[in-house]
């Protein structure tokens, strides 16, 4: 039979708001957090984004699915920080500023990723994931394979005032997936004064005919 103990002197409860407290900081959630059941839901997210070699007695990686982790606080995304993390379906990162390169290469599952600050995206830090849109809003600078093997993304829209660096091969398919910028099925969506400038630009030239005005898109 396990036995719970409250630590230096204080009472339980204190002690199990400080952990779920110590929860909600790494997850991001703001919920109220049911003792143990949500506890033990939420330190399987901060479990399945760790990258683990190994499952965890009583955890096994099938229990990670269709994860959806927001970080409020980075401001950054280390090099292959996430690579193959398999069961992350979205991921929120309404600060950062930067993502380093294979950050989230060969997350399979991953549809969403919500990063409206971020200027910097480095080589094949998105590559092979499920995207089918990315929103870009201030980005100076795509690395080389970044979005590359990305067999849904039909749609990206980059709203910077001027073209952003673009490194070979960024939106290209492989022999093993054929993508829809490359293969002239999906759309670039630039600012209309840019489109003529895109066209031009170094590796953007190899999409031109997918490059558009923004005014032309028409979602969300």
Known sequence: MVTYKAVNGGSLDADLTKVADAIRSETGTTEDLDFPSGFVSEVKDIKAICN???????????????LHITFPNADS?????????TAIASLDFPNAKTIGASAFSGCTSLKNINIPLVTSIGDYSLFGTALTKVD????????????????????????SESVPSLGAAAFDSTASVITPIASGTGSIYVPDDLVGIYKEATNWSTYASQIKPLSEYKGN
């Open 77 to 85: 995304i280390g090099n292959t920080a996430f690579q193959y993390s």
């Open 136 to 159: 870009l809003p201030v980005v100076t600078s795509i690395g080389a394979s970044a979005f590359q093997n990305c067999g849904s993304l039909t749609t990206v829209i980059i709203r």
């Open 52 to 66: 683990l070699t190994a499952p965890t007695s009583g955890i096994t990686f099938a229990d990670f699915k269709n």
